[in-house]
């Protein structure tokens, strides 16, 4: 089971180019699919339904601005996480969870919605439950805190917040440790320099200069107002306030804050955090502790090959004990132990009132496909970069057994006029072998995509059989075949035509 506070389902309505689509994701989820499909969109409201406000959208980002925006999420495993709550709301929130331990969560955003941006509750026929008073706040405590890093992002906004900025948010989760470590040997500190600084007990032994500067102003106030006097009184900070002004600077010849340095050294900036983050994740103790859902566009950007593997085994440790969900464009990013976890995502053109077209951003993954079988994983070895970029990133997949058959649909396709296959979002894949075909097949159909298989007459004695024995189809033509002898006699019939010929 799974120990993470995880958002399996999301729905959302009229935002940006999803007009009405459910997307259902995992511990780590990987969103594919081609450039402006709309990966940044969902994820963006995952963001918006955990930390909206009634600011978060604008005018722009309505499909329909006639229309609500309405974000809904289940989560689940909610009631493994009640102790993060005070004892004072605990029961409320417990109130709000089912009995399979789901948290059913909403924003809506329009000029027809009574509070846009506020948090509700749903119940599981969809119907609008209002949170209790301070429930809201309540949630900040509970619900997981987003992580976002996007694609290309301008980090210097962080220079003047390192408390919201991302890194920050990772060096808290990677520095919550030695918090609790800390804390003792700085609560003495603490109390030496209350001394120096506070009355404390009714005995005055700050420093002499701090009482001279509360004298003088003492003096210059009963000028006016005889019988008042003031009292300096200085707040110490806790350890969570000292580590949240923790500052990185990169030494590389000169030293500056890092977010003074380019695009690589900042992205490789990123893995460093979060390989540290997975290895505290390893050796993490029992606790409770509130969460993080990660939100990662192209986690691939200026890595080469191998830091992208790195990268991708990090997020797959962090989403043991927190969840992460990822948009990429590079087959790094998937492997064996994440297939059953893909979301692919692409647009299609609808058309609206007037009979103009517009795009819609959907996933052809419904309910997040089941883990490769044996055979499946075999076959995912033989997957390499250039087949997986080819499968995953097109509508329609035409499977071949060989390299010879790729050139020679492409050329057929050339010479009939029928223009690029890849144009027309169809690619041609070759497998390794025929009797890799079905199994492939199937593999990519759990996946949404629409696959068709070509092969020689030869598959229908070697390969088809096994997969192919109870169509009725291939049943009544094997025994036509039959009838006229060998395979060789079938030929010369022109009953099976060989592409050979």
């Not at 509750?121 to 900040?140: C, F, H, Q, V």
């Amino acid at each position: 089971m799974s120990s993470v506070l995880q958002l399996k389902k999301l729905k959302v309505l009229n935002f940006r180019s999803i007009k009405n689509q459910e997307f259902y994701f995992q511990d780590f989820a990987v969103l594919i699919g081609k450039n402006n499909c709309g990966k940044s969109n969902v994820l963006d409201a995952v963001a918006i339904l955990l930390e909206g406000t009634a600011k978060s959208v604008e005018d722009a980002d309505f499909w329909d601005k006639s229309q609500t925006i309405q974000i809904d999420g289940e989560f689940h495993n909610a009631k493994n996480f009640l102790p993060l709550c005070s004892e004072k709301n605990k029961a409320k929130v417990e109130g709000m969870i089912s009995a399979d331990g789901v948290l059913r969560l909403r924003r809506k955003y329009g000029s027809a919605v009574e509070k846009s941006g506020a948090l509700l509750s749903y119940d599981e026929n969809g119907e609008d439950k209002p949170l209790a008073t301070g429930i809201d706040a309540e949630m900040k405590r509970f619900l997981p805190e987003v992580v976002a890093i996007k694609a290309l992002a301008d980090v210097s906004d962080e220079a003047t917040g390192k408390t919201t900025g991302t890194l920050g948010k990772l060096l808290g989760q990677i520095l919550e440790s030695l918090r609790d470590k800390a804390q003792p040997e700085l609560d003495k500190a603490f109390e030496n320099a209350k001394k120096l600084l506070n009355v404390v007990g009714g005995k005055d032994e700050r420093v002499q200069e701090l009482r001279d500067v509360e004298a003088d102003i003492t003096k210059l106030l009963q000028e006016t107002f005889t019988e008042t006097s003031i009292r300096l009184n200085v707040e110490l900070p806790d350890v969570k306030c000292l580590l949240a002004d923790v500052a990185v600077e990169v030494d590389d010849g000169c030293v500056t804050p890092y977010f003074r340095k380019g695009h690589g050294l900042q992205r490789s900036l990123y893995l460093s955090l979060l390989r540290a983050l997975a290895k505290r994740v390893r050796t993490a103790q029992a606790a409770v502790h509130r969460p993080i859902i990660l939100l990662f566009e192209e986690p691939e950007l200026f890595l080469h090959p191998s830091a992208q593997e790195q990268m991708r085994e990090a997020l797959a440790q962090i989403s043991k004990h927190n969840q992460v969900l990822i948009a990429t464009h590079s087959p790094s990013m998937v492997s064996i132990q994440n297939f059953g976890q893909l979301v692919l995502v692409q647009k299609n053109r609808e058309q609206v009132e007037k009979g103009q077209g517009r795009l819609v951003t959907v996933t052809i993954s419904k309910e997040s496909p089941t883990a490769p079988s044996q055979d499946e994983k075999d076959l995912l070895h033989i997957l390499n970069l250039h087949r997986a970029s080819r499968v995953f990133f097109f509508r329609r997949v035409l499977l071949v057994e060989g390299p010879s058959d790729v050139h020679l649909v492409n050329a057929i396709a050339v010479q009939l006029k029928f223009g690029n296959l890849e144009a027309k979002d169809c690619t041609v894949v070759e497998t390794g072998g025929k009797e890799k075909l079905l199994t492939f097949k199937k593999l990519l159909e759990k996946l949404g995509i629409v696959v068709t298989v070509l092969a020689d007459d030869d598959f229908l004695w070697r390969g088809a059989d096994p997969a192919l024995k109870g169509d009725p189809e291939y049943s009544q033509f094997c025994e036509a075949v039959s009838k006229f002898g060998d395979k060789s006699k079938a030929r010369r019939d022109g009953l099976v035509k060989d592409a050979s010929t």
